[in-house]
């Protein structure tokens, strides 16, 4: 199963083209860009998504920290921020050890 070494949001638009000849360019991509928002808004909500055979991604609260300008010896106070994490499940795990 050789693909490209780049897998974007057109190259999906083509495979569902593929799939579902009868469905207009336009509406496959507003499909594809609803998808996405959709988790995008869940995460920017705190929400966990999860995708199943496939993984979950879930938003860490990092909280703020005071740092040192190494350049300068001045303080700097870093605010709090999000870091994004994915898990893939199990199945996915599976996939990628069983490829050749």
Not at 31 to 52: K, M, P, Q, S, W
Request: charged content about 30%; some cysteine; aromatic content about 8%.
């Amino acid at each position: 199963m050789a693909r490209n070494s780049l897998f974007t949001k057109a190259s999906i638009v083509d495979s569902l083209k593929k799939s579902h000849p009868e469905l207009g360019n336009d509406l496959l991509e507003k499909v594809v860009d609803i998808f996405f928002n959709e988790i995008t808004t869940a995460l920017v909500c705190g929400d966990r998504v999860e995708l199943r055979k496939f993984g979950s991604w879930v938003v860490r609260k990092r909280e703020g920290k005071t740092v040192r300008n190494p350049r300068t010896n001045a303080k700097i106070v870093v605010g709090d921020k999000g870091s994004l994490y994915f898990r893939a499940s199990r199945d996915l795990i599976k996939s990628l050890n069983t490829v050749k």
